[in-house]
């Protein structure tokens, strides 16, 4: 008895990949589910982070483009990295797993690290003040945004495996 699973498929990045600032969708995939691929799809990476990319459809050939270089740049793919890719048809998803080198999966970077801006001045300001404050000072919703935003400040490499799923689930 079989059983349903969603597809997988995997690529190794060659240097016409990087060159060209796209990658193509595996052929049998594109010749199973293309038909039902919308223009975009999101690559949700382990680490939570997720990248929005457009699809080029030519010839029955598929490519991720559009945001695909800022993927490739972000993650420092090169030639030989391998990527494997899961999709989930319901909402246009590919988990997406990235291998270097050296055969072994990267360490994911946590978002980039937050610049104060006008509309978030204040707010940065008031959390690097409080670093030495107890948790009681805090309701649970104020305590998240606080660990998060923390964290990503005072660079320390603290993983928060579910940092996405803190801050949408609080406000």
Known sequence: ????RSPQFFSILLEDTLRDKKLQICKKFVKLKGEGLSDSVTLKVP???EWKIKLKKCDGKVWLEEGWQEFSEYYSLAVGSLLTFR??????????????TSTYEIDY???PKPEPTEDNDDFVETLKG????????FDSDVLACYIHVWFIFTGNNFFLPC??????EKF
């Open 130 to 137: 409080f670093s030495g404050s107890s948790e009681s000072e």
């Open 163 to 168: 940092y996405r799923e803190i801050w949408t």
């Open 109 to 111: 970077p946590i978002l």
């Open 47 to 49: 680490c939570g982070s």
């Open 87 to 100: 999709y989930i048809e319901e909402a246009s998803l590919f988990h997406v797993s990235i291998f270097g």
């Open 1 to 4: 008895m079989g059983y349903l």
